[in-house]
């Protein structure tokens, strides 16, 4: 039986409704009404003026049976069925009995109209048998005595609706939590994007397969896969481009591998494969086969082809290394990253004395150290002078960092430097540092106010939006001249990320402050931006310095970058000035300044000005 009839598409019809809307309710449900012409005709006239709106009326079972077939094609149920159980016409209790055969309508409300029996049997055992919800005996001639039976048939049918429509909606409801959690079960467990094996259900399985290989004393293999060019196609071509490669990436490593390899995505753009009783040969010959296969693909974007390739790692796991499954996984990480670092689209074995895998475990004890030294304020600089070579004045100052230890050592940057560029923890370090060069130019009494410092930041310094909004508050805080700043940047650095550094550089060059390209010499390419690139001074690579004496080529190439920057008006520093002899060759070339251990060995201050 259809549940849309007008009554229940309100909304209302699921709350408590007041009397007077309760009525009106009733009111607007339909009623059936089965008899002869004549008591049809007035059974109608009644419900009518009592305010009954939907009343139509039938004068044989054929046709009340029409009729309900009729309403169920409507989606328009028939709320109550009024016959006459003593019309012949209508088939007395026969058409109760075929309303009740028929599912549909097995809870319409069907009130009998039924002569009372002075013998024989009871009409109202007779009439609920045959399946009438309620009878009424003849004649009813006032509307007061028929119509409570009318509503209390409609009142029924309303609430079996509700009941039914309530019913229904906890139906649904159950339907959709049991897909909700079937789905958050199948996500607990898999990338949603490509359908497999995420992180997580890796490690479980990858755990199980482990203890499995060693104890029936099999080998099993990891391959780990890193896409090298995801992150371009993805930038350039939006993210449904990069959904779309990963798809089809994924089906491309599905096509090379059996059926019982688990094959996952463990990160946005990383694959693993396991594989079990296999050795070195089978797996390494497994892992060159999907390079080739990403390697072969040609990913369609909007106007481009596009070629990728992918950087692998392959670890084999025997059963006597009793090696853990989070051990397993970090493992052929660290393969992949040894195939990156190697110039990516290659595939790496694991190698215990792998140099990115002993970088990795150093990196791991100098993280927290680092972290430390941060937290407590435990970092320190130190001062080497450089002398202008037309007076042998010292004119500014190198500043050099060093790390102060948990034990009191000073730690070289050389040692920490690299590891906290590789940890994302350099930015701090430079933050730091520019805002004790400038605080340090602060402290200086007035007669050294000509004395300037030299900032080294590192390669990723210039693409910190950070920094120039920390050196215009530390300028505008001590009121120290912008002039009195030189930073440095290597060559390797500005060449990197020109466009990018360029602009940091003019930004801060607009404070006032200068800069110098450190390194220099040391590119391919250094004549070519030298010309484009705002600098004021050069500093020359200590290699070319340090056997200038001895070696006529360091000379040649000395004294021809010399002449270059000063053709470009630059000013000429010489770094490893290690004697007199060199610095006597440099002026000779015409550098301009000089610093080395000969002039001045590093110190943790900025010793007094000399009395004039």
């Given amino acids: 039986m259809a549940v849309t009839s007008d009554h229940r598409q309100s909304a209302n019809a699921l709350e408590p409704s007041s009397g007077a809307a309760l009525l009106a309710e009733i009111h607007r449900m339909r009623i059936l009404v089965a008899d002869n012409a004549e008591g049809a005709s007035a059974l109608a006239d009644m419900l009518t003026e009592s305010g009954f709106t939907h009343v139509q009326i039938t004068h044989n079972i054929d046709e009340t049976l029409d009729a309900l077939r009729a309403a169920d094609r409507s989606d328009e149920d028939i709320d109550l069925l009024l016959f006459n159980a003593a019309c012949p016409a209508v088939g007395g209790y026969d058409l109760c009995r075929a309303v009740r055969a028929h599912p549909a309508w097995s809870e319409t409300p069907i009130v009998a109209l039924q002569p009372r029996a002075d013998r024989g049997a009871d009409p109202l055992v007779e009439g609920f048998d045959a399946g009438a919800t309620d009878v009424a005996f003849l004649p009813q001639r006032r509307i007061q005595e028929l119509v409570p039976h009318v509503i209390a048939g409609l009142l029924l049918k309303r609430e079996r609706d509700l009941r039914r429509s309530r019913e229904t909606e906890l139906e649904s409801e159950l339907a959709e939590r049991k897909v909700m959690e079937a789905r958050l079960q199948y996500l607990v467990s898999h990338d949603e994007l490509t359908g497999l094996f995420n992180r997580r259900r890796l490690e479980q399985v990858l755990d199980t397969a482990v203890k499995r290989m060693q104890k029936q004393h099999i080998s099993g293999a990891i391959i780990y896969i890193d896409l090298d060019q995801f992150k371009i196609i993805n930038d350039l071509e939006g993210h449904a481009a990069g959904d779309r490669l990963l798809m089809s990436v994924s089906n491309i490593l599905r096509s090379h591998l059996k059926q019982h390899d688990i094959l996952s995505r463990v990160s946005s753009d990383e694959y693993a494969v396991?594989?079990?009783?296999t050795n070195e040969e089978g797996a390494m010959h497994l892992a060159e086969t999907l390079r080739r296969a990403i390697d072969n693909y040609h990913f369609s974007g909007s106007e481009h082809i596009y070629r990728i390739s992918a950087s692998i790692g392959v670890l084999i796991m025997h059963p006597e290394d009793e090696v853990s499954a989070s051990e397993a996984m970090a493992r052929s990480a660290q393969a992949c990253f040894e195939a990156k670092a190697h110039g990516r689209n290659l595939v790496h074995l694991f190698d215990h004395n792998d140099l990115e895998t002993s970088y990795l475990r150093t990196a791991v004890g100098w993280v927290p150290r680092i972290r430390e030294a941060l937290e407590n304020d435990r970092f320190r600089l130190v001062f080497q002078p450089i002398i202008d070579l037309k007076n042998d004045q010292v004119v500014s100052y190198e500043t050099l960092i060093r790390m102060v230890d948990a034990d009191g050592t000073l730690v070289a940057?050389?040692?920490?430097?690299?590891?906290?560029?590789?940890?994302?923890?350099?930015?701090?370090?430079?933050?730091?540092?520019?805002?004790?060069?400038?605080?340090?130019?602060?402290?200086?009494?007035?007669?050294?106010?000509?004395?300037?410092?030299?900032?080294?930041?590192?390669?990723?310094?210039?693409q910190d939006p950070q920094l120039l909004a920390i050196v215009c508050e530390r300028l505008a805080h001590t009121g120290v001249a912008a002039q009195r700043i030189t930073f440095e940047i290597t060559e390797t650095a500005a060449v990197a990320n020109y466009d990018q550094t360029r602009n940091m550089v003019n930004d801060l060059r607009a404070l006032g402050c200068r800069f110098a390209l450190d390194d220099f010499g040391t590119g391919f390419s250094s004549f070519n931006y030298l010309k484009q690139f705002p600098v004021d001074y050069l500093k020359l690579d200590g290699s070319f310095i340090s056997n200038l004496l001895h070696d006529p080529i360091d000379q040649r190439l000395v004294k021809s970058m010399i002449e270059v920057g000063l053709a470009l008006n630059k000013r000429i520093v010489a770094e490893f000035v290690e004697n007199a002899a060199t610095l006597a060759l440099l002026k000779e070339f015409g550098a301009d300044r000089a610093q080395g251990n000969h002039i001045g060995l590093p110190l943790d201050y900025i010793p007094a000005a000399r009395p004039g």
């Fill in 274 to 277: 396991l594989i079990e009783n």
């Fill in 413 to 462: 940057p050389n040692t920490f430097i690299p590891v906290a560029e590789r940890m994302g923890l350099i930015h701090e370090i430079d933050l730091w540092v520019v805002r004790h060069a400038i605080d340090t130019l602060h402290r200086l009494p007035p007669e050294q106010s000509h004395i300037c410092l030299n900032v080294n930041l590192s390669t990723h310094a210039f």
